[in-house]
């Protein structure tokens, strides 16, 4: 089983940035697909940026040109940097990582969430 420690949330205010960091630790063999989901009051949960294993990247229309994801395979971290942050930017956010095990097994794992909130 793989645990998720996140970090790097916080009150910004419009304009600034933060880092988000997640480290996975556990029974990981290799990284299929990272990623990072946010939350805001009332919303549905909705993916912000993507990495895969080769390290193509994806990102949420909202976010482009102003959030960058990356990975330290080394240390099995993921990274979110936000820049530019707007006050529509203020949600939980959450890492997501799909993983297999060396013995095969491909499991999914949620982060325990982050505050992210940006004021006008």
């Known amino acids: 089983q793989v645990r998720l420690v996140e970090s790097g949330g916080g009150l910004v205010q419009a304009g600034g940035s933060l880092r988000l960091s997640c480290a996975a630790s556990?029974?990981?063999?290799?990284?299929?697909?990272m990623g990072w989901y946010r939350q805001a009051p009332g919303k549905q949960r909705e993916l912000v940026a993507g990495?895969?294993?080769?390290?193509?990247?994806s990102y949420a229309d909202s976010v482009k040109g102003r959030f960058t994801i990356s990975r330290d395979n080394a240390k099995n971290t993921v990274y979110l940097q936000m820049n530019s942050l707007r006050p529509e930017d203020t949600a939980v956010y959450y890492c997501?990582?799909?993983?297999?095990?060396?013995?095969?097994?491909?499991?999914?794992?949620w982060g325990q969430g982050t505050q992210v909130t940006v004021s006008s």
């Open positions: 990495i895969t294993s080769g390290g193509s990247t």
């Open positions: 997501n990582v799909d993983y297999s095990t060396a013995y095969g097994y491909r499991y999914n794992g």
């Open positions: 556990g029974s990981i063999f290799s990284f299929n697909a």
